[in-house]
Every structure is written in C-alpha cells, then in structure tokens.
Nanobody, 126 residues
Framework: QVQLEESGGGLVQAGGSLRLSCAAS????????MGWFRQAPGKEREFVAA????????YYADSVKGRFTISRDNAKNTVYLQMNSLKPEDTAVYYC??????WGPGIVSPESYDYWGQGTQVTVSS
C-alpha cells in the first residue's frame, strides 16, 4: 500500500511563490509516473502537471505552463511542484497522485491514477 502526503500549501499574495512537496511511504516512487491535480470549490478536479518515473518527461496544463515546475527526487521518494507567479485563480486544494500504468496516454486524466494524497490547500489573495 502507498501513502502519499502533500505539504507546503498556504496563503500567499498574487505574484508570490510556493513549493509543494509530496512524500511517499510504503512503496518507492522511482518506478512510477506522478501527477499533481487541483480542485477548487464547486469545480471538478483538474490536471496540473505530471512527470515520468525518471523525471525525463514532464507535461503541464496550459494554465500553469511557464509558471509551475514539477520535479522529483527519487532518492528522497518525493515529488515537488514549484509554483511561481501565483494568481488568485490558482486557489484550490492540490493533490499528488501516483500512476502505476506509467507514462503515456491518459496522463492528464484523474481516473488513470491509482493512489492519492489528502491534499494541501493553496490560497492566493489578490
């Protein structure tokens, strides 16, 4: 069984930065693709970014491209999401997720991920 735990959320002013972390226990992350998703109140969970098991491939939602960076440290069993130039519309609960299927089609679909963390709140004030 895999447990994922996000941290690093908080309240920040527009234009500011945060770095989210996702630490895993119960299984090494090094063999799996990982993703970040977010869900704002009243909205569906949406894809933010994904990274392949090696870190050699990444993919971003258009809404965060150029502002957010996903990375991973397999030695620390941790995945990160660096968020810069934050906007009020980035306000949401952010979740990390593990995909046992690996990198490929469907990487943006929440249904294709097998394990999820509990989420961390990010609030961006204007």
């Amino acid at each position: 069984q895999v447990q994922l735990e996000e941290s690093g959320g908080g309240l920040v002013q527009a234009g500011g930065s945060l770095r989210l972390s996702c630490a895993a226990s119960g299984r090494t992350l090094s063999s799996y693709a990982m993703g970040w998703f977010r869900q704002a109140p009243g909205k569906e969970r949406e894809f933010v970014a994904a990274i392949s098991w090696s870190g050699g491939s990444t993919y971003y939602a258009d809404s965060v491209k150029g502002r957010f960076t996903i990375s991973r440290d397999n030695a620390k069993n941790t995945v990160y999401l660096q968020m810069n130039s934050l906007k009020p519309e980035d306000t949401a609960v952010y979740y990390c997720a593990l995909r046992t299927e690996g990198w490929g089609p469907g990487i943006v679909s929440p249904e294709s991920y097998d394990y999820w963390g509990q989420g961390t709140q990010v609030t961006v004030s204007s």
